[in-house]
């Protein structure tokens, strides 16, 4: 296990539980009571947990695990779908996309597409975002317009959000905006913070077209704050692992499902 997979888990696990022993982590991750010790301390320099005697004590942000240590997570199976993803986009669309790891992924996909490469120096497409590390990787690339809406960064997910958001997403068209959600079931899509939710919707609101991006893992679940419902998707997204009686549910509301 890859060190970043290992912190996602300790995450996970104090996540769920509140509280963590160092020698059952040692025994179930099948590392050392020391590596334990010494990944629990790095967490716990970036304030992420409280170490005690013997093992560690969730602090609120572990419930909502920071960007960077969810990239390990369905790290295949988010490749495949940004690849399918990826081509529905055509040379000259405005494109509005939020933050997450699966739409990171469909981000870089996008940028490295041999056919939307630039010519004549004009760029293939436009592309508008809340992501601060999505315009940060594609910023460099010549062939894309970047469109960054302002706002309040927040940490964890690098997403811009509140009010000031809002004055830039209101005045603009997309043709196609492809969504990260935390879970997508008979409802509708949803995310944990509804300051991000509430960004999400007006992306929604502003493209032709929507396309949902989520692995199997958010299919049937549902999180705090809605997004959009169903009827406002035409098209999800998901690997190859989805579950049929999960998915009917989608294409009987009249959404395209893609497995990737």
Same mark, same amino acid.
């Given at each position: 296990?890859?060190?970043?997979?290992?912190?996602?888990?300790?995450?996970?696990?104090?996540?769920?539980?509140?509280?963590?022993?160092?020698?059952?982590?040692?025994?179930?991750?099948?590392?050392? &009571?020391?590596?334990?010790?010494?990944?629990?301390? !790095?967490?716990?320099?970036?304030?992420?947990?409280? /170490?005690?005697?013997?093992?560690?004590?969730?602090? &609120?942000?572990?419930?909502?695990?920071?960007? /960077?240590?969810? $990239?390990?997570?369905?790290?295949?199976?988010?490749?495949?779908? #940004?690849? &399918?993803?990826?081509?529905?986009?055509?040379?000259?669309?405005?494109?509005?996309?939020?933050?997450?790891?699966?739409?990171?992924?469909?981000?870089?996909?996008?940028?490295?597409?041999?056919?939307?490469?630039? *010519? !004549?120096?004009? =760029?293939?497409?436009?592309?508008?975002?809340?992501?601060?590390?999505? #315009?940060? *990787?594609?910023?460099? /690339?010549?062939?894309?317009?970047?469109?960054?809406?302002?706002?309040?960064?927040? =940490?964890?997910?690098?997403?811009?959000?509140? =009010?000031?958001?809002?004055?830039?997403?209101?005045?603009?068209?997309?043709?196609?905006?492809?969504?990260?959600?935390?879970?997508?079931?008979?409802?509708?899509? $949803? &995310? !944990? !913070?509804?300051?991000? @939710?509430?960004?999400?919707?007006?992306?929604?609101?502003?493209?032709?077209?929507?396309?949902?991006?989520?692995?199997?893992?958010?299919?049937?679940?549902?999180?705090?704050?809605?997004?959009?419902?169903?009827? *406002?998707?035409? $098209?999800?997204?998901?690997? @190859?692992?989805?579950?049929?009686?999960?998915?009917?549910?989608?294409?009987?509301?009249?959404?395209?499902?893609?497995?990737?």
């Amino acid at each position: 296990m890859k060190r970043y997979e290992r912190l996602n888990t300790l995450l996970e696990s104090l996540a769920e539980k509140g509280a963590i022993d160092v020698d059952e982590l040692a025994e179930q991750l099948h590392v050392s &009571a020391a590596t334990i010790r010494r990944d629990l301390d !790095h967490l716990g320099k970036q304030q992420l947990l409280t /170490r005690t005697r013997g093992g560690a004590v969730a602090n &609120a942000v572990s419930y909502d695990l920071p960007l /960077r240590y969810k $990239t390990a997570r369905f790290a295949s199976e988010k490749q495949r779908i #940004a690849q &399918a993803a990826a081509t529905l986009v055509r040379r000259g669309m405005v494109i509005g996309m939020n933050g997450g790891t699966t739409i990171s992924e469909v981000a870089r996909t996008l940028a490295t597409r041999p056919e939307l490469s630039a *010519e !004549h120096g004009e =760029p293939a497409f436009t592309l508008v975002t809340n992501a601060l590390n999505i #315009a940060n *990787e594609l910023i460099v /690339r010549p062939h894309v317009k970047m469109v960054l809406t302002g706002g309040v960064a927040r =940490p964890q997910s690098y997403e811009m959000i509140g =009010p000031l958001s809002h004055r830039i997403l209101a005045d603009l068209s997309l043709d196609i905006a492809f969504i990260g959600v935390d879970g997508i079931d008979e409802t509708g899509a $949803t &995310a !944990h !913070h509804e300051g991000e @939710a509430n960004i999400n919707q007006l992306i929604v609101s502003r493209a032709a077209k929507v396309v949902v991006v989520a692995d199997s893992s958010k299919l049937g679940q549902r999180a705090f704050a809605r997004i959009c419902e169903l009827t *406002e998707i035409d $098209t999800l997204v998901t690997d @190859a692992q989805a579950d049929e009686s999960q998915l009917t549910v989608f294409k009987e509301a009249g959404i395209d499902v893609i497995r990737a």
